[in-house]
């Protein structure tokens, strides 16, 4: 089992930026892909952004391409997502999620039915 603890989250004004963390129980933690997800009020949870086990490769939704980087340090068990140039329609509650994967496996994941664990949850607000 592994749990998954979000933080970073915040009210931050249009243009602005903010960093979110997911810190994993697991000491294991580079066998897992992991990923961001968001649900903003009234609407279903969205993909933002995967990584594969050790890093070498992501995924961006359309929507925050080019703003929003994805990262992990393994070595402190932890996923990072930098969010730059923040708009008002960034405003969600922010996941992550980790799934399983091989110690061979380069794959990162959009589909959030594809992942084993979630955390909590932080809330970002953008607004001015």
């Known amino acids: 089992q592994v749990q998954l603890v979000e933080s970073g989250g915040g009210t931050v004004q249009p243009g602005g930026s903010l960093r979110l963390s997911c810190a994993a129980s697991?000491?294991?933690?580079?066998?897992?892909?992991m990923g961001w997800f968001r649900q903003a009020p009234g609407k279903e949870r969205e993909f933002v952004a995967a990584i594969s086990r050790v890093g070498y490769g992501t995924v961006y939704a359309d929507s925050v391409k080019g703003r929003f980087t994805i990262s992990r340090d393994n070595a402190k068990n932890t996923m990072y997502l930098q969010m730059n140039s923040l708009k008002p329609e960034d405003t969600a509650v922010y996941y992550c999620a980790a799934k399983g994967v091989p110690a061979y496996s380069g794959s990162y994941y959009r589909n959030q039915f594809e992942y084993d664990y979630w955390g909590q949850g932080t809330q970002v607000t953008v607004s001015s």
């Open positions: 697991e000491h294991t933690f580079s066998n897992y892909a």
